[in-house]
């Protein structure tokens, strides 16, 4: 298996901009995690989807954050309008059983 | 005072000692942790895991040890490589059925040559 599939792994834009980010899970893990990492907060958990479903989206910071899960073997991270702060490193993870596994992340740079 | 980020524990050890990273945890209803470990550019790589109806599990060079008297984890990985250097987190389950992970701040491991 190839792992959790993260793409891109970097994206430069401008603030203002939408930037979408995608994640393709391993397959049959039926649950798929979205995590924020910063050097001032660590590790911060976005939201989760259970059989495409979402089941905890609390850690989405605002409004300019969406997340979606159409089928069993892709998602995406969307951000619009963002900002300088929405920098960091994004990682996707899927989960058997509790153990997750997770993706190379995605660097996002606004500037 | 400027905050400069997280301020992670670091843990430097020469090739071939043996290591062990220490985590404590709050939540007394965790019921399953995770220790990942994370090298510089690299998403967060599962090493080991750990029930609480255990109190030790044993992998390749590396052991986990539970101790739910004090909520207290710790991972000791036998004969330290350079590759072993990276950043070490713990995370729990908070158990009612919840695959949500809380992971703490990791230590950051150094191995001397």
């Known amino acids: 298996d190839a792992g959790v599939i993260q793409s891109p792994r970097h994206e430069v834009t401008e603030m203002g901009q939408e930037v979408t980010l995608r994640c393709k899970p391993i397959?049959?893990?039926?649950?798929l995690f979205w995590y924020r990492q910063t050097m001032m907060r660590g590790l911060e958990l976005l939201i989760y989807?259970?059989?495409?479903?979402?089941?905890?989206d609390s850690g989405m910071p605002e409004d300019r954050f969406s997340a979606k899960m159409p089928n069993a073997s892709f998602s995406t991270l969307k951000i619009q309008p963002s900002e300088p702060r929405d920098s960091a490193v994004y990682f996707c993870?899927?989960?058997?059983?509790?153990?997750?596994?997770f993706g190379s992340g995605t660097r996002l740079t606004v500037v | 005072g400027e905050s400069v980020g997280l301020h992670l524990p670091t843990l430097s050890v020469q090739e071939g000692d043996n290591s062990i990273i220490n985590c404590a945890y709050s939540?007394?209803?965790?019921?399953?942790f995770i220790w990942y470990k994370q090298e510089s550019g690299k998403g967060p790589q599962f090493i080991i895991d750990?029930?609480?109806?255990?109190d030790k599990r044993q992998g390749q060079r590396v052991t986990v040890l539970l101790n739910k008297t004090v909520k207290h984890l710790s991972l000791q990985i036998a004969a330290t490589q350079p590759g072993d250097s990276a950043v070490y987190f713990c995370?729990?389950?908070?158990?009612?059925?919840?695959?949500?992970?809380?992971f703490g701040k990791g230590t950051k491991l150094t191995v001397n040559p």
């Open positions: 993870a899927s989960t058997s059983y509790w153990a997750s596994y």
């Open positions: 397959s049959g893990h039926n649950s």
């Open positions: 989807f259970n059989n495409n479903v979402p089941i905890d």
């Open positions: 939540n007394s209803a965790s019921d399953y």
């Open positions: 750990i029930r609480s109806n255990m």
């Open positions: 995370a729990e389950n908070s158990g009612s059925g919840s695959e949500k992970l809380v």
